[in-house]
C-alpha cells in the first residue's frame, strides 16, 4: 500500500522528490512510521501513521474494527510549499514574516515566496 497510494500522493503534493518510509513509534500506534521528502538538504517528516493500538478502539467500544491512523505536519507543508527553512518561524510573531502571507489571506491565487528576512540562524 505504501508504495501504490502514497507515492501518488507524495507526487501530488511535493512533486518529484526523494522520500522514504522510516520505522518510529508513536503512543497510540504499532506498528508505526513516518513518510520523510528530501527537503533542503534534510530529510522533512510529513506524515506520521500506524495501526491504532487495539485498546484505544477496545476503550470506544469498538471490539470488532482494527483502526489505521495517519496526520499530515501542516507545519510541514507549510515549509515546503514556500520553502520555510525553519519551523520556528510559523510560530514567530514577527511581523516581517507573517506580512509575507497577507496577500494569500485575501487571494488564495495569489502567489507567496518566502523572502529571507536576515542572515542569521534563529535562536
Given at each position: 500500500?505504501?508504495?501504490s ?8 503534493l ?5 522520500y ?14 513516518e513518510?520523510?521528502?528530501?527537503f ?22 469498538v ?9 499530515f ?16 518561524l ?8 507573517i ?25
Amino acid at each position: 500500500m505504501r508504495s501504490s497510494l502514497w507515492s501518488g500522493i507524495v507526487k501530488a503534493l511535493f512533486g518529484d522528490v526523494e522520500y522514504r518510509w522510516v520505522t518510529t513509534t508513536f503512543p497510540f500506534t504499532h506498528p508505526s512510521t513516518e513518510l520523510e521528502i528530501w527537503f533542503n538538504n534534510n530529510w522533512l517528516e510529513v506524515v506520521g501513521c500506524g495501526v491504532m493500538r487495539q485498546g484505544i478502539l477496545l476503550d470506544g467500544g469498538v471490539t470488532d474494527r482494527i483502526g489505521w491512523a495517519f496526520g499530515f505536519g501542516l507545519d510541514r507543508l507549510a515549509m515546503a510549499l514556500f520553502d520555510i527553512p525553519d519551523v520556528r518561524l510559523l510560530w514567530s510573531s514577527d511581523p516581517r514574516f507573517i506580512s509575507q502571507f497577507t496577500a494569500a489571506a485575501d487571494d488564495v491565487n495569489a502567489q507567496v515566496q518566502f523572502k529571507v528576512m536576515c542572515d542569521s540562524t534563529i535562536v
